[in-house]
């Protein structure tokens, strides 16, 4: 009984160190990208070892919102490729976005991207949460996840980050990242879309006058309720339960475009309206 105690003792502190090696790790990592999205410089590779999995992944991103000087107003949903689904465990990812990084749509809104990273543009559907999601809830079904809905707007999410190669290095890398966002554009309300047919809410992209990218939103599993669904859960996992007045960006509709400062995009969702910007080098 004796020796057993012992060899709970030891196995309790082994595990403490782990973890502790583990948030040091986060930490750096965290720190690396905080200060380059500070200074607007780019990456030439990942901060550190790769995160291994999503947990991991996760605690560089909470540990970079806690120091990031801004408020949270929000979340972006990502896919996970298919190949990689079973390998984590998710079809989505998570991510940050923060105050600064909102912009109301209006005719040619200028919006950042990081000179040698990544920056890309992806029209997207985003909810508005109506109340406060239950601190300990993390199982949704897509019916509670819709009641915490007030409305659904049109939208592009600004995607960014300090390094070049984030989707190349897969979803732990994205999610380290704060889920490489670097903002929101936001439009106006959708008419009536907890009653249409997801093949309705539809959108077309262009690049500088050339369409790159069309879609509707039945190409998102479950459709933007569906991001939700995973969101919600996800978000009290990691102790940030969802909160009324935050905006939820669903997931790209037309893919995910590649732009470069003085390049200008287009979201037009028809007859819910259209969104123009035009990317200019942060500082």
Same mark, same amino acid.
């Given at each position: ?6 060899? /709970? ?11 502790? /090696? ?8 965290a720190k690396s990208f905080v200060a380059a999205r500070r200074d607007?410089? @780019? ?16 605690? =560089?991103?909470?540990? &970079?919102? #806690?120091a990031w000087p801004d408020r949270l107003i929000g979340w !972006? ?11 984590? +465990? ?7 976005? $923060? ?32 109340? /406060?999601?239950? @601190? +300990? ?8 996840? #819709? ?30 990242? $704060? ?12 008419? /009536? ?17 050339? &369409? ?5 939103? @039945? ?9 939700? #669904?995973?969101?919600?859960? #996800?978000?009290? !996992? ?32 028809? @007859?819910?309206?259209?969104?123009? =910007?035009?990317?200019?080098?942060? !500082?």
């Amino acid at each position: 009984m004796q020796g057993r105690k012992t060899g /709970d003792v030891v196995e309790n502190a082994v595990t403490q160190a782990r973890s502790e /090696d583990c948030r040091k790790t986060a930490a750096a990592i965290a720190k690396s990208f905080v200060a380059a999205r500070r200074d607007a410089k @780019s990456l030439a590779e990942f901060p550190g070892t790769i995160p291994a999995d999503l947990d991991a992944a996760y605690l =560089c991103q909470d540990l &970079a919102i #806690q120091a990031w000087p801004d408020r949270l107003i929000g979340w !972006k949903v990502g896919m996970i490729s298919p190949p990689l689904r079973a390998r984590f +465990g998710a079809d989505r990812v998570a991510g940050a976005i $923060f105050d600064a990084g909102l912009r109301e749509a209006r005719d040619g809104v200028e919006f950042p991207v990081f000179v040698g990273g990544f920056a890309a543009v992806e029209a997207e559907f985003v909810l508005r949460i109506a109340h /406060d999601a239950p @601190s +300990g809830k993390v199982e949704w079904t897509e019916r509670e996840a #819709q009641a915490l809905v007030s409305a659904m707007h049109i939208g592009i999410e600004t995607a960014g980050s300090p390094l070049a190669t984030i989707n190349e290095l897969g979803p732990t890398v994205i999610a380290a990242d $704060f889920g490489n966002n670097a903002g929101l554009i936001l439009g106006p309300p959708v008419r /009536d879309w907890a009653v249409r047919p997801l093949e309705s809410l539809a959108v077309v992209t262009s690049i500088d006058g050339t &369409a790159v990218g069309r879609g509707d939103a @039945s190409l998102l599993p479950h459709g933007p309720i569906g991001a939700l #669904q995973f969101l919600a859960g #996800q978000a009290a !996992k990691i102790g940030r339960p969802l909160r009324a007045g935050m905006l939820v960006s669903t997931g790209a509709v037309t893919g995910v475009h590649d732009i470069k400062p003085g390049q200008s995009a287009l979201a037009n969702f028809g @007859s819910d309206g259209s969104i123009s =910007c035009f990317a200019v080098a942060a !500082k």
